[in-house]
């Protein structure tokens, strides 16, 4: 089966579980409502954790357990404050966020296309400088920065399920350059290397 949409802002992470004995006190102290759809403007947190998720579980840790359970925990968590938020925004500036996060969530479902601040600024009728800041305050990073991380994070999900060649995966994650791909990727691989 196939879902889709014709507008921007979906996406077709999904998650099914069962609440067991243990955990249901915590489920419960959430106070996350079940059997609801929500429009959430800022889902794509949430389908960070998803992806996360995925990589963990297919990759043999002897961890594994506890850092699945550990995401999930989180996934929970910044779902309870997305649905939080949701009922509860009144600064100014949150009037663009669902079209932030729209552009967002565009910009890492299709990284190798060419994306430009003067036009998305413009799309949105807010100068350069306004769009730049709104976008750091919203996701704590600039929209260039972001832009680099989606690729990269494209690139390291498709190397690790795929056997595609590294000169087609830097084309294939918006690099002109094999060269400025593989330096971006080792700079910000080691970057999270050494966070960890």
């Known amino acids: 089966m196939h879902y889709g949409c014709d507008t921007a802002g979906y996406n077709d992470d999904w998650v099914h579980f069962v609440v067991?004995?243990?955990?249901?006190?915590?489920?419960?102290?959430?106070?996350?409502?079940?059997?609801?759809?929500?429009?959430?403007?800022?889902?794509?947190?949430?389908?960070?954790?998803?992806?996360l998720l995925t990589e963990c579980y297919y990759r043999l840790s002897e961890n594994r357990e506890k850092i699945l359970d550990s995401l999930f925990h989180?996934?929970?968590?910044?779902?309870?404050?997305?649905?939080?938020?949701?009922?509860?925004?009144?600064?100014?500036?949150?009037?663009?966020?669902?079209?932030?996060?729209?552009?967002?969530?565009?910009?890492?479902?299709?990284?190798?296309?060419?994306?430009?601040?003067?036009?998305?600024?413009?799309?949105?009728?807010?100068?350069?400088?306004?769009?730049?800041?709104?976008?750091?305050?919203?996701?704590?990073c600039s929209c260039l920065q972001d832009l680099t991380k989606a690729r990269i994070e494209t690139a390291k999900y498709y190397l690790y399920s795929t056997n595609m060649k590294i000169c087609d995966m830097a084309a294939f994650c918006g690099y002109k350059s094999e060269v400025h791909f593989m330096r971006q990727f080792k700079k910000i691989h080691r970057y999270d290397t050494d966070r960890v």
């Open 20 to 51: 067991g004995t243990l955990e249901q006190g915590f489920f419960e102290s959430l106070n996350i409502p079940t059997q609801t759809v929500f429009q959430l403007s800022g889902f794509h947190a949430l389908s960070e954790y998803i992806r």
């Open 74 to 140: 989180a996934f929970l968590y910044t779902l309870q404050q997305e649905i939080h938020q949701q009922s509860s925004q009144a600064v100014v500036a949150r009037k663009y966020f669902r079209k932030f996060s729209d552009i967002r969530t565009q910009m890492y479902n299709h990284p190798a296309q060419e994306w430009n601040v003067e036009q998305l600024a413009k799309s949105l009728c807010v100068s350069v400088p306004y769009f730049q800041h709104l976008y750091k305050e919203f996701f704590g």
